[in-house]
């Protein structure tokens, strides 16, 4: 990104109310800990921070809870086009899931498997709290889920 892109995005910034400001700042830092994570760690260490493998929380959630994760999936929706480092479905997922965990609120990461048309594997990843899906849920629909990590407070 270039100087003039990054103080334009800057400027963006400041007009957004407080609330949002921070929690832009909290996903932006958060995506960047997520990815090192995923590269730099063995995936047994990344799951244990995911939550109980192979446990899914309730479809159900309060109403302010539930204003707070719509928040989150409209943050996470827009800030991967502004990090400098790929920010795909796991590295969103995992800021998803943090992000809700800091606010006592309870999330499933789902992990799913297909098959390209040359037979190879594709993998996804999204995040699921109450009954709505927060991120990578353009997708999921195309993958077999193989494994669930659930966070509950």
Same mark, same amino acid.
């Given at each position: 990104?270039?100087?003039?892109? @990054? ?5 963006? %910034?400041?007009?957004?109310p ?5 929690? @832009?700042?909290?996903?932006f830092?958060?995506? +960047?800990?997520? $990815?090192?994570?995923? %590269? ?10 995911? +939550? ?8 159900e ?10 928040? @989150?999936?409209?943050? %996470?929706?827009?800030?991967? $086009? ?22 006592? @609120? =309870? =999330?499933?990461?789902? !992990? +799913? ?6 037979? +190879? !594997? %594709?993998?996804?990843?999204?995040? $699921? ?25």
């Amino acid at each position: 990104m270039c100087f003039q892109t @990054i103080k334009r995005h800057a400027f963006k %910034l400041l007009k957004l109310p407080n609330k949002y400001r921070l929690m @832009i700042l909290e996903a932006f830092f958060l995506t +960047g800990l997520s $990815r090192f994570a995923i %590269l730099f760690f063995p995936f047994r260490n990344v799951a244990s921070v995911m +939550g109980k493998p192979m446990f899914e929380t309730s479809q159900e959630l309060e109403a302010g809870f539930m204003e707070k994760a719509m928040e @989150i999936a409209f943050i %996470l929706k827009k800030i991967p $086009r502004y990090t400098p480092w790929q920010s795909k479905c796991l590295v969103q997922a995992l800021t998803g899931q943090l992000m809700l965990r800091r606010r006592g @609120i =309870s =999330s499933t990461i789902y !992990l +799913g498997i297909s098959k390209d048309e040359n037979g +190879g !594997l %594709l993998a996804h990843a999204w995040l $699921r709290c109450g009954s709505v899906v927060i991120t990578g849920d353009e997708f999921m629909s195309k993958y077999k889920q193989v494994a669930c990590f659930g966070y509950s407070k």
